[in-house]
């Protein structure tokens, strides 16, 4: 088999059918499957979509286990060479899954590829090429220069090198992930993607940029207005940081978690200001 989609569900159920009609065109002549892996949503997903898409192998987990953990599920299932881990909250073109099946196929070296995504009002998602959050990278983007962490040197219309891979469209080459593991589970959601392509990085794999579209309706199973968002969030950067930097001088450490902290604070007073309508 040739390529294994996976998508982790939660609550977001007119979302994911326009996704899964979308992805069912894009797979006409390619080998395939499809997992959709739910996390206890509590609105019509279940009880609707599997009688619909009977085509689609569907996993209902008891409670919401988060993206990592969903995802390996289905992943620990899969047969195909490639696998695809792709947002209930996206469509792709027609042409785009083909197009990444045949390029991953010519690049033996290619760990995973992402491509260009588009927001719901069509502009192009800067996340769609991003570099590792090193303390330096990071530092930057929290003072508010984002071009080195968002790769924007890169053009957007030449397939190009990248280090960061995004998880609302990520094709994995099976073996690959075989080779570094499967997405850490440490990471309830947010983070694990950065964490997969650094992980294949070090492994000696190349990350690509695809300039292939989707559309990204960002965030629809999640609510950015939420403590808990915030919580699961900068935990996300915390997780990451203490993996993978934890070994640099405090020197280099100490500015970075202390911004990690006081972002946190700021989104949390934002979210409390919301709420009071101050």
């Not at 790769?151 to 094709?171: N, Q, Y």
């Not at 499967?182 to 794999?205: P, T």
């Not at 940081?241 to 949390?268: G, Q």
Request: charge should be neutral.
């Amino acid at each position: 088999m040739k390529l294994s989609v996976v998508i982790v569900s939660y609550n977001v159920c007119s979302y994911l059918e326009k996704c899964l009609d979308s992805v069912e065109k894009a797979l006409a002549g390619i080998d395939s499957e499809v997992f959709v892996v739910d996390n206890a949503s509590t609105d019509n997903t279940m009880a609707v979509l599997p009688g619909r898409y009977t085509w689609v192998r569907f996993i209902a987990n008891d409670e919401n286990l988060g993206f990592a953990r969903a995802n390996n599920i289905a992943i620990r299932q899969a047969q195909g060479e490639y696998v695809l881990l792709l947002n209930p909250d996206t469509t792709v073109a027609e042409h785009t899954l083909r197009e990444a099946v045949a390029f991953m196929d010519d690049h033996q070296q290619a760990g995973g590829a992402g491509v260009m995504m588009h927001n719901e009002d069509g502009t192009l998602a800067p996340e769609s090429r991003r570099a590792i959050p090193t303390p330096w990278v990071s530092a930057l983007k929290m003072l508010g220069f984002t071009k080195r962490y968002y790769m924007s040197h890169l053009p957007w219309d030449k397939t190009c090198r990248i280090e960061v891979i995004s998880g609302a469209f990520c094709m994995l080459r099976k073996s690959a992930l075989d080779k570094i593991g499967l997405l850490d589970e440490d990471f309830f959601m947010y983070g694990e993607d950065i964490d997969l392509s650094y992980r294949l990085l070090k492994a000696g794999y190349e990350n690509w940029y695809l300039p292939l579209p989707i559309t990204h309706y960002k965030g629809k199973s999640t609510r950015k207005t939420d403590y808990r968002y915030v919580h699961v969030f900068y935990k996300a950067m915390l997780i990451f940081f203490h993996k993978h930097y934890s070994h640099l001088s405090i020197f280099y450490t100490l500015p970075v978690k202390v911004a990690i902290y006081f972002r946190a604070l700021i989104a949390l007073i934002d979210i409390l200001r919301q709420k009071l309508h101050l």
